[in-house]
């Protein structure tokens, strides 16, 4: 039998229509278990309504204490389903990008379920260093594997914005999914490319160890987004894992996806809160 583990969380999050844009697109969903960001495309309406609605479809996750790939799978295919039905102007469709985490496990070791589709991101930070965990699905990030471009050419491309996957898209969009074991202090940030396309890594990696509060980090890292220009919408959610217990040990996973298979409208659970999650067989 596997040991009985707990998972302590405590989570942040924030979201500002910018300096330029009249409406927030963004949205997000956190709960005990469940973090999410979409941002939403199509123009007045169509945007708003986009991300709105795969939020909707994703929220049944927030009542599993653990969340698997195929619970994911199959709250985006509804979520495909629903943004593609939705009325826009002629010639123009409605879309989003969805990415976050939720907690899963693999024989009653608490892990983070990261999943991903389009340029939103997730980042994974545990030692002092932060990582870029989801990979986005642009023009320019291709140009970039492919070697045509660097990262720092991608950062200003005037294509920097086209994105190959979104929810909502004529073709079902694959997700991208990885294991990451969760551990004790580790932190999570999950964002839309309006706090990306203002700070660079380094400077959120600073914001997020200089603010060891979640609530305070998210409100940070949105304020200074829009200090350095707020260009688009602004959402952060913040997660740490404040404590672990029970045996934790195991190793991530490689991805999984690409060759496998209103301002701001808050959600009932945005407001700074802790959680503990119980997973494994207790006898």
């Known amino acids: 039998m596997n040991p009985e583990v707990e998972v302590h969380l405590a989570w942040g999050a924030a979201s500002h229509r910018g300096a330029r844009r009249l409406l927030n697109e963004d949205r997000f969903l956190v709960s005990r278990s469940v973090f999410l960001v979409a941002d939403g495309m199509g123009g007045h309406e169509a945007g708003e309504v986009a991300s ?6 994703l929220r049944p996750l927030a009542d599993l204490d653990v969340v698997t790939p195929d619970d994911v799978r199959t709250c985006l295919a509804v979520a495909q389903e629903n943004v ?3 009325v826009t102007d002629p010639g123009r469709g409605a879309g989003t990008t969805l990415t976050g985490v939720a907690v899963a496990e693999q024989d009653g070791i608490p892990y983070w379920l990261v999943v991903n589709v389009g340029d ?3 980042y994974h930070l545990s030692g002092g260093r932060l990582d870029q965990v989801s990979v986005d699905h642009s023009e320019v990030q291709e140009m970039v594997e492919a070697g045509l471009l660097t990262r720092g050419e991608a950062l200003t491309h005037p ?7 979104a929810l909502g898209s ?3 969009p694959r997700a991208d999914f990885w294991y990451l074991p969760i551990s004790r202090h580790d932190r999570v940030l999950v964002c839309s490319d309006g706090l990306t396309g203002e700070l660079s890594d380094e400077r959120i990696a600073e ?3 200089e603010h060891p509060d979640p609530q305070g980090a998210a409100e940070r890292l ?5 200090v350095a220009g707020g260009r688009d919408n602004i959402t952060v959610v913040v997660v740490d894992a404040t ?4 045996d934790t040990s195991g190793g991530s996973t490689a991805p999984r996806g690409r060759d496998a298979e209103p301002a701001p409208a808050i959600d009932e659970d945005t407001l700074p809160r802790e959680v503990r999650l119980q997973m494994g067989d207790p006898t």
């Open 52 to 57: 709105a609605t795969a939020v909707d479809a």
């Open 84 to 86: 593609r039905a939705i």
């Open 120 to 122: 939103s991101r997730t």
């Open 159 to 165: 294509r920097r914005h086209v994105v190959t996957r």
């Open 170 to 172: 004529r073709t079902e």
């Open 207 to 209: 914001l997020l160890l």
């Open 222 to 226: 949105v304020h200074e987004a829009i």
């Open 243 to 246: 404590g672990v217990s029970g």
